[in-house]
């Protein structure tokens, strides 16, 4: 069974940055594309940012394009996500996960709890 554990998020000041971990496992990770994903308060949960098997593609919401990087070390069947410029509408629980297709939030497997992230004004 695959498992997803999501780290790194916490609080931090309107322009500061973070950056999160997902750690994988019951896969072959270096087999698959992975993605972050987030969902504020009252929202609903959206893409973020993708990441192909070999790292050779990357996919970006346009609200995170130029702030935020995503990578992965298949070494350590880990992906992370580089938030920088941080603003206050970042702030949302963020999942990683594995995309059906970019752009959407239909994923293979089941959410982890995900990591906070705050951003204070």
């Known amino acids: 069974q695959v498992q997803l554990v999501e780290s790194g998020g916490g609080l931090v000041q309107t322009g500061g940055s973070l950056r999160l971990s997902c750690a994988a496992s019951?896969?072959?990770?270096?087999?698959?594309?992975m993605g972050w994903y987030r969902q504020a308060p009252g929202k609903e949960r959206e893409f973020v940012a993708g990441i192909s098997w070999n790292a050779g593609n990357t996919y970006y919401a346009d609200s995170v394009k130029g702030r935020f990087t995503i990578s992965r070390d298949n070494a350590k069947n880990t992906v992370y996500l580089q938030m920088n410029s941080l603003k206050p509408e970042d702030t949302a629980i963020y999942y990683c996960n594995r995309p059906r297709d970019w752009g959407t939030v239909r994923t293979h497997d089941s959410w982890g709890q995900g990591t906070q992230v705050t951003v204070s004004s």
């Open positions: 019951g896969l072959t990770f270096s087999s698959h594309s």
